[in-house]
């Protein structure tokens, strides 16, 4: 019963991805052509009008992307391209808090959806991968939780809902997704951010040499190696029996 409500969801958020990406197609080539949208010029002078918005209504905007970013993670989108555009578009500190706030929202809506019709399902899928986990959760929750997002390591989508085998309570859930996430997002913002200061400066397409030589993408680049690494250390360190 509860493979065939999952099928469902799956049958009719592919759906809804369809219609959304026939529907941009649509939008864009009704507009412009193959050749315009694959040119430099096209880039920048689309980034220069998304600037301009920004700067006019930095308030409407930030909050339009919080709801798109919310859409975004129900729909089981990429938490990456997220915070890359959100940096692009924001900057890499507004763009993290906006990014940070549309991710953990997101998720936790789908880790309560997953948790009432679905947590049995959940827990026998990957209780015996996890349940070395339990007791650590239940001596400290929302520390364990706060770990769990911080070290990563799981697909975005899934992570969502594993908390579910352990009872995590909403508010740990939500907290703890939101300083968790927040290193990794500032990392990925400022990479963001970093392409659409280059884009500024060049009327040009910048060389792959100029690009990666700009401290505005070789320091995130860095920042998202060390957090790599660090991730994968701690990680066999967390999930250790």
């Given at each position: ?132 986990l339990q007791n650590k959760f239940k ?60 884009i500024e400066k060049n009327s040009q ?17 860095l920042g998202f190696m060390l957090l ?14």
């Amino acid at each position: 019963m509860q493979k065939e409500k999952i099928f469902k969801i799956k049958y009719w958020i592919g759906l809804f991805y369809l219609l959304l990406l026939s529907l941009f197609l649509y939008v864009l080539f009704s507009k412009f052509s193959i050749e315009e949208i694959i040119t430099y010029k096209f880039i920048k002078s689309n980034s220069e009008y998304l600037s301009n918005i920004r700067e006019n209504n930095t308030t409407l905007v930030a909050l339009v992307f919080v709801l798109f970013g919310i859409v975004w993670v129900l729909l089981q989108g990429f938490g990456s391209p997220l915070v890359l555009a959100s940096g692009f578009l924001l900057g890499p500190y507004l763009g993290t808090l906006i990014a940070v706030i549309s991710l953990s929202t997101g998720a936790t809506i789908i880790y309560i959806f997953a948790n009432f019709f679905f947590k049995d399902l959940i827990r026998e899928k990957f209780i015996n991968k996890f349940k070395n986990l339990q007791n650590k959760f239940k001596q400290k929750e929302f520390i364990y939780m706060l770990l769990y997002r911080l070290i990563g390591g799981i697909p975005f989508q899934i992570s969502n809902i594993i908390p579910c085998i352990f009872h995590v309570k909403i508010k740990n859930f939500l907290l703890a997704s939101f300083l968790g996430m927040m290193p990794q997002a500032f990392v990925i913002a400022s990479l963001g951010s970093g392409l659409e200061s280059q884009i500024e400066k060049n009327s040009q397409v910048p060389t792959f040499i100029e690009l990666i030589s700009s401290s505005e993408i070789y320091v995130p680049i860095l920042g998202f190696m060390l957090l790599l690494i660090l991730g994968l250390v701690s990680k066999k360190l967390f999930y250790k029996n």
